[in-house]
C-alpha cells in the first residue's frame, strides 16, 4: 500500500472551510483514498473515499489532483465537534475482503472557536 | 439506522482469565471486522469474518479468536489475559467487506490488572 503523509496538526476558525491535505505520490492506479478521523475517546468514523474523481457527501468533499499523487479533504463549515485526528488511507480493494485498516499518525484538526 | 454496537463497554479482567467481547454490526452488513487500538501501537486489525467464516487474519497471537453468527452478530476471545491486552478493542461492520468503508462501534475498553 501507498505510504501517506499529512501535516501533525492545523488550526481552522469556526465556521471556515477546513482544508486537510495528504500526500499519497507513490499510490498505484487500482489504490483508492480513504478518509477517516477519530474523536477523543470514541471510535473511528468513516467519512468518504475516492478513487479519480472528486466525491462529495453530507460530511465533506475529496478533491484528488488529476495525477493523483495528493488530495484534499475539505470540511465546508468546520464545527468545534470536527476536532479530531483525520486519517488519510490508501488501500487496494480486492475481490478477497479487507485485510484491516492502518493508521497513520494522521493530522490533529483544531477547530478554534 | 441503528449504527454499530459492542458490548460491554468496559471491563476489568485480572492477568490469565479470559473474556468474550460482543459486536452488532448495522443492520443489513454482512462483514465484521475487529480491531485493537493502544496508544503505543496504534490500530491493529485482528481479524475479519463474513458470512460466519474468518476471511482475514491479522498477525496475534492464539489466545484471540473470533466467530460470527448467521445474523452476522459476531464475538471475540482473548483467553489467558495478559497486561499487554489492556486496550480499546473496536469493532467495524461493512457491507461485503471488499472494502474499506468501514463503521466502527465504540469499543470495549479492557483494563488487565
Known amino acids: 500500500d501507498a505510504k501517506t503523509t499529512q501535516p501533525p496538526s492545523m488550526d481552522c476558525a469556526e465556521g471556515r472551510a477546513a482544508n486537510l491535505p495528504c500526500n499519497h505520490s507513490?499510490?498505484?492506479?487500482?489504490?483508492?483514498v480513504y478518509w477517516y478521523r477519530q474523536i477523543h475517546s470514541q471510535g473511528p468514523q468513516y467519512i468518504i473515499h475516492?478513487?479519480?474523481n472528486n466525491e462529495t457527501n453530507e460530511m465533506a468533499s475529496l478533491i484528488i489532483t488529476e495525477d493523483r499523487k495528493s488530495s484534499t479533504l475539505i470540511l465546508p463549515h468546520a464545527t468545534l465537534r470536527d476536532t479530531a485526528v483525520y486519517y488519510c488511507?490508501?488501500?487496494?480493494?480486492?475481490?478477497?475482503?479487507?485485510?484491516?485498516?492502518?493508521f497513520g499518525k494522521g493530522t490533529h484538526l483544531i477547530i478554534q472557536p | 439506522k441503528a449504527g454499530v454496537t459492542q458490548t460491554p463497554r468496559y471491563l476489568i479482567k485480572t492477568r490469565g482469565q479470559q473474556v468474550t467481547l460482543s459486536c452488532s454490526p448495522i443492520?443489513?452488513?454482512?462483514?465484521v471486522s475487529w480491531y485493537q487500538q493502544t496508544p503505543g501501537q496504534g490500530l491493529q486489525f485482528l481479524f475479519e469474518?463474513?458470512?460466519?467464516?474468518?476471511?482475514n487474519k491479522g498477525n496475534f497471537p492464539g489466545r484471540f479468536s473470533g466467530r460470527q453468527f448467521s445474523n452476522s452478530r459476531s464475538e471475540m476471545n482473548v483467553s489467558t489475559l495478559e497486561l499487554g491486552d489492556s486496550a480499546l478493542y473496536l469493532c467495524?461492520?461493512?457491507?461485503?467487506?471488499?472494502?474499506?468503508?468501514?463503521?466502527f462501534g465504540p469499543g470495549t475498553r479492557l483494563t488487565v490488572t
Open positions: 467495524a461492520s461493512s457491507v461485503t467487506g471488499r472494502n474499506y468503508e468501514q463503521y
Open positions: 488511507i490508501v488501500r487496494v480493494v480486492s475481490g478477497g475482503g479487507a485485510d484491516g485498516l492502518t
Open positions: 443492520s443489513g452488513h454482512r462483514s
Open positions: 475516492g478513487l479519480k
Open positions: 469474518y463474513f458470512s460466519e467464516t474468518q476471511r
Open positions: 507513490t499510490i498505484s492506479g487500482n489504490e483508492y
